[in-house]
């Protein structure tokens, strides 16, 4: 993948959607003699990045493809971002969604006008489901992370947070399949190739981890982890090419550690950050870079129950 | 006073504090047919407005009233923003505060290396003691709202709503003291003198609605609300005579309706804001606009002890 297709998805973008916040933390910087850069992507549109991707994605498809519609299936920010950007873009948009998603989720994809299927996730495969729409209506199927024009738009986050920010030396990016973090490095390369990524992992769901010690791709159980965006079970072929490649280190991230982050993140930067936000910000502290070093911290999203953002945020003391 | 001012302030805080962002929520502007801009005051330094007065009326002070000190009496927003404002001008301050005042309230001003000193409210007056030491120690007082440089510092945030959001038709303010009204006014009266700005109060607390019915302040007793930001008594002379001469209206919020707000900051917007910074969108429903109206919402802070705010928040179903 070129990098410059990031500067395409860019200007595609620019149309729908304003550059997101940058915001610093005085108190923080002090603490870690750091000068960080929070680029907040839960104040984006539907509420995380995922806009990017599938705004780009569709926005890309020919014109027989956007009038058949698309379909994904996803009960998080993707599906949410593909609803929205489907009516956007006047597409027909189908989302498989398992039976026992929260009905918050289920609802904002039908209020973005999208068809909400349930399967049972237990006896159904969401894969084989979308496969029959798409052989039998004639759909394109919109993956999460593993396409070209998705990881094009997520690496617009990085390449706003490079105009705004100016120089970085380095940028901590959280991953689940590796679209944010591929896209981002792509961004780099174009922007600032001399800025170090890291990638940031639940603990409990360190595949790319393991993947980029071992040199092939490494496949996981679903991970046991309140990171509900970071839950998948290997990177792509796509992703993980380009991430093995640029990446300086992957680092991991307990639950325990998410929660005191998005307790911080609410009582001093007053935002409400989704657990896989917090990722990028927690690993701060395993940074050993030079002091005054200028780091971008990327929140991936603030879509969060609010009762159990409460129940976690208030167990911390 | 004139408009002029707060360009002056502008100029001098757009050294130390960046532009607050503008948010925008699609599905509200649905709602409600016009096209909101949200101005973050939340996520200003400090995690209020109150910053850019206080920062700004220390600025104008003479090089020895800056090497005597400053003094202030506040536990909210003002006392903290006074304490940050202090340190940034190499100015010592001291704050008085109630013995009762949240404790987190002064760490902050003490982190911020204010010197702290707690009063028994039930027994001594702030006032008095407040003017012990300017007389003693020869400090300048640092009223809240009743000051012209405070006044023009607080109306740099509607200044740069202008800037971001271009014409608006119409601006919410909350109203404590008038400080942010007033100065608000200044910026409108400079800017677009014919976007209409309203007020808005605690239910509990209507003095400058009252006070702009009477044609003279009026003063009530300590309004009974959560929002501890507004819980003035009267208006100043100088707050109140800009206020009368200029507002469209004077809106009134009850608690409930502020805890509504709240939430839905929380669920829609991912912002925590506290009661105060919640009046001017709660009284959005009241507006009579016509369609399409442009509409500027000042959300005027973001510092709320987090266990209080989960407690509204999680009592709203």
């Known amino acids: 993948m070129s990098p410059q297709s990031v500067l395409q998805a860019a200007e595609c973008l620019a149309a729908v959607v304003p550059p997101t916040p940058v915001l610093m933390h005085e108190g923080l910087n002090q603490q870690l003699g750091y000068e960080i850069f929070f680029k907040c992507e839960n104040l984006q549109r539907t509420g995380a990045f995922k806009f990017r991707g599938a705004y780009y994605a569709l926005s890309q498809l020919s014109e027989k493809e956007k009038k058949a519609g698309v379909v994904a299936y996803s009960s998080g920010n993707h599906g949410r971002a593909l609803a929205c950007a489907a009516r956007l873009l006047n597409i027909s948009a189908t989302i498989f969604m398992p039976e026992d998603a929260p009905a918050i989720k289920q609802h904002s994809a039908r209020d973005e006008g999208a068809e909400v299927i349930l399967y049972d996730r237990h006896r159904q495969s969401r894969e084989a489901l979308a496969a029959e729409l798409v052989e039998a209506r004639g759909l394109t199927l919109i993956p999460p992370f593993d396409h070209p024009n998705v990881i094009a738009g997520q690496g617009t986050a990085v390449l706003e947070l490079f105009q705004q920010a100016g120089k970085l030396d380095a940028i901590l990016v959280c991953v689940g399949g590796g679209g944010l973090l591929s896209g981002s490095i792509l961004a780099r390369n174009l922007m600032q190739p001399e800025c170090e990524m890291f990638g940031v992992e639940p603990a409990a769901g360190?595949?790319?981890?393991?993947?980029?010690?071992?040199?092939?791709?490494?496949?996981?159980?679903?991970?046991?982890?309140?990171?509900?965006?970071?839950?998948?079970?290997?990177?792509?072929?796509?992703t993980f090419s380009i991430i093995q490649k640029n990446v300086k280190a992957i680092l991991t991230i307990t639950d325990d550690e998410l929660i005191h982050q998005m307790r911080w993140f609410a009582e001093q930067m007053k935002l409400v950050v989704e657990p896989t936000g917090c990722l990028a910000a927690a690993a701060l502290p395993q940074l050993t870079m030079k002091q005054g070093s200028r780091i971008g911290v990327l929140i991936s999203g603030g879509n969060v129950d609010l009762a159990s953002w409460m129940h976690w945020v208030g167990s911390v003391v």
């Open 206 to 238: 360190n595949d790319v981890q393991q993947s980029v010690q071992k040199g092939e791709i490494v496949t996981i159980p679903v991970p046991d982890t309140i990171a509900d965006g970071a839950q998948t079970r290997a990177a792509s072929p796509l």
